[in-house]
């Protein structure tokens, strides 16, 4: 009773807002907490079994979330006519028992111990294989020529071994740091420069954000890629014959003899001076994986425009259904349920089309809803859906992620990852200023959390994109959202404990959506194809010419 009255009060309030009448009034009050929350409930219930990619728990989630677009009236944009695009995937499990890591140092051999020293995901793309080579540290494996930064300037890399650290050089600004903090990106710059293998290291700040233990932890869910029309793995480099991530405890065994220490590597990085030498050690790694077939849905469904023109242009707003599935025992509970990572975001996503389907007159481009899979495997539906969408590519203006809803706090302010790179930004504060919310700059950059969820897999295919976050204002002095986001995220986070048992806001997540909602509209009405503002890095590196 006392949510379902403050909802009719925060919709009163939105009504004032929008005194001048127009159609997102009426479409906003359709977004109810008590939908929200009812959605999260079954989606995150232990009956799906933490939704994991290829499963059955997410299949019957996908099923569920198609069903919600049949009965919105939402036209199908799958496959073979449903709201289904099968994404083709590998699942890659390492054999913690034959896969091994050794070096070389002054004709003496050091063992290192699989989860105490190193672990390894495993090969993409063969069952076993090995790599014998001399290594070299390069700082944090990054070329960035718009910088004038490269830590692979002094150093040649052909036929070695790459080690480097997380992150990148903390002088770059927080969206650029954080694409050149990729895996992928690092990856792909380590073959290029010639290396036939990658040890990644571990390091105070990632221990901050994700610990060698919880990683270990984590082996319990295979790694998954998606495989393209001739069955290769997505990101994959075959000329990399190996690649493991040492523990802070490797790091120590890697350095030893090299005159520098572990904390004289993260300070020069912390300085973000590019500094590269040789290793006087030789690694030999040797990998063996199991790989199984599976496949998953990606959900999408449209919402076709009114205006002749703009129609044939698509907003799409994503939100991930997938989560971790059945793993290692948290406190007696092997289910990681993912009630707000994601059930929130693809609640709100429902929310959305509810409020979009209500329109009359709808809005003028047409929207498409994709609710994807596989996003903690390396947003991997979204990459497919962003490489193989079910119209043309062209057509794609912009992307709207939620990954999230913000429900742990009543919400004053947004955090909108992707902002200042395109005219989005316009539409980001026009939404706020309308709903009297403020808009605040990213709090963690040094968390990239830019490239850590779907948006950016459209970023990387030229397409403006934005993520919405629950930002950390309050202005009860009794709350304080960032103790809040930071006990969430050490206790709660890719925990079984992320289920319904927490104390959520629901009408601070009808808020969440509702703004979510009238960014997209805002975007549909507008004459102007959203674009990449000028000189921007990421509209240098992806926009198509």
Known sequence: MAAGFAAMLLLVGTRAVFADGDAADDAMAAIRPEAIRADMRFLADDLLEGRRAGTRGHEIAAKFVASQFEAMGLEPMGENGTYFQSVPLRSIRPD????TLTIELGGKTEVFVFRQDFIAGGDAGRTETSVEAPVVYAGFGVTAPEKGYDDYRSVDLKG????????????FETATRAHYSSEAVKTANAAAHGAVGVISLDSPALEQLYPFKEQARDLEFPHLRWLDVEGRPNDYFPELRGAVFLSMDGVMKLLEGSGKSPDEIYAEARAGRPVSFALPVTAKMHLVTRHEGLESPNVAARLEGSDPK???EYIVY????????IGEPVNGDKIYNGALDNASGTACLLEIAKAFSKMN?????SILFVSVTGEEEGLLGSDYFAHYPNIRKEALVANINMDGAGLLWPIEDVIVNGAEHSTLGEAVQEAAERLNLGVSPDPYPEQ?????????SFVKQGIPAVWPRAGLKSS?????PGEIRKRWVETIYHKPQDDMNQRFNFVSGAKYARYSFLLGYIVARKTDRPKWNAGDFFGEHYAKK
């Open 476 to 480: 009860n002095p009794n709350i304080r």
């Open 160 to 171: 070695k071994i790459v080690a480097y650290q997380f992150g990148a050089p903390t002088q």
């Open 310 to 312: 703009l129609r044939n």
């Open 96 to 99: 913690e028992n034959q896969s």
């Open 318 to 325: 994503t939100a991930h259904l997938d989560h971790l599935g």
């Open 448 to 456: 990239v959390l830019f490239i850590r969820s779907d948006q950016y």
């Open 361 to 365: 007159p709808r809005p003028k481009r």
